[in-house]
């Protein structure tokens, strides 16, 4: 009679432990984070998690009453990586969204786990066009390449820029680059001279940026993933390609607002298009990259803490609609959001899922002793040409 007590009291505790367990799991909303802290695009990682970090600092960690989580792993910046972390988050932390993705084929590696499992998967920073075909669960809050090239390529154009040489890293979001920039350009009459592809990994653009100073073109433009632009810059310089004549215009990564100060004189008049910058004139990017700034021991946000912050937007405003529920209640709360970010007005197209924003023409300038994009021009609620190209 004593063992069988004991046996029915141990079961009791069991069951009454699986049970909180249970409902502790119940009360917590959990975001896996997945993005690249170490290797060659460690700094991508950096500006995505802290700017998701700042949103729920400001927003507080509490949603339809549950707590919510970021799980963060680091992908080193490897696909293979990236989805094995993508299959432990949904399986063993059972997570309600997937984010992150600071490369496209992080993003694509990890989309055929969003579908079978059914989790909403937000895209903070991935841009090549075709990243929200590869799922139905994903959303995009970051930008996509046709958005801001098709910009670039109808200004210079308009700046008497006839003949370019295209420069770009060669993988999706470069091809992207050099596809749609030039497709655009060469419709409104001007020549693309040459185009050229650069590794993504360990580029040497000497050689590459030899072939541009021989076939004398107006402009060079250029497309490399953040980070990397101040390397191109540097052997620009070193190849005494600043006193050719020869302009630089540029998809915005290239004078990324995280580097650009450091850049120096070079920098100096790169004409870029991109979503934001770090010196939109509005008070609320103007209290971000101080919240930003002083959480960051003073470093200064680029397109990348923006696309996180606002991805934990979606992600929360989704959370509250749906009470805390997720799979397709989620992902439905998510599309057709429309709000006020530091970039300007955003809102998510209900169809394809991707952002729609301001795309602004900005010009390196020196203010107060900084180096800073400044908006010259801005188009207002470009959706993605890449798709109505389909």
Not at 84 to 103: C, P, S
Not at 185 to 200: K, N
Not at 272 to 280: D, K
């Amino acid at each position: 009679m004593r063992k069988r007590l004991l046996l029915q009291s141990v079961a009791a505790a069991s069951l009454l432990c699986s049970l909180i367990l249970s409902h502790a799991q119940e009360a917590v909303f959990k975001i896996g984070l997945i993005l690249p802290l170490t290797g060659p695009f460690a700094s991508t990682g950096k500006q995505l998690e802290a700017g998701a970090r700042l949103y729920l600092s400001q927003q507080g960690d509490t949603v339809a009453g549950k707590k919510v989580q970021l799980i963060v792993k680091d992908d080193t910046g490897v696909p293979d990586v990236t989805k094995r972390m993508a299959q432990e988050l949904i399986v063993n932390d059972k997570v309600q969204v997937l984010a992150g993705f600071g490369l496209t084929p992080l993003a694509m590696a990890t989309a055929p786990i969003a579908t079978q499992a059914k989790t909403p998967m937000v895209v903070m920073a991935a841009a090549t066009s075709s990243v929200t075909e590869a799922s139905p669960y994903i959303v995009r809050t970051s930008f996509t390449v046709p958005q801001v090239v098709t910009i670039l390529a109808d200004w210079a154009i308009k700046n008497d820029i006839k003949k370019v040489v295209s420069l770009v890293s060669d993988y999706a979001p470069g091809v992207d680059s050099e596809t749609f920039f030039n497709q655009r350009f060469t419709a409104q009459g001007g020549t693309v001279i040459e185009a050229l592809r650069v590794p993504l990994r360990s580029p040497d653009f000497a050689p590459f940026l030899q072939k541009v100073r021989d076939a004398k073109p107006d402009a060079l433009f250029t497309f490399v993933p953040a980070g990397v632009g101040a390397a191109l810059m540097k052997q620009f310089v070193e190849r005494g390609m600043d006193k050719t004549g020869i302009r630089v215009i540029a998809e915005g990564s290239v004078t990324d607002d995280d580097i650009v100060d450091g850049m120096g004189e070079v920098a100096l008049g790169v004409v870029t298009a991109h979503h934001y910058s770090a010196a939109h004139n509005s008070p609320l990017n103007k209290r971000f990259v101080e919240a930003f700034g002083k959480a960051n021991n003073g470093l200064r946000p680029n397109f990348m803490a923006v696309g996180a912050y606002d991805g934990m937007h979606v992600i929360v405003e989704a959370a509250k609609a749906s009470k805390g529920a997720g799979n397709d209640a989620l992902l439905q709360a998510m599309k057709g959001q429309s709000f006020e970010s530091p970039r300007g007005p955003v809102s998510i197209d209900a169809q394809t899922r991707d952002v729609v924003h301001n795309i602004y023409v900005r010009k390196v300038e020196r203010i107060d002793g900084k180096l800073w994009n400044s908006e010259v021009q801005t188009f207002t609620a470009v959706k993605d040409p890449g798709k109505a190209a389909k």
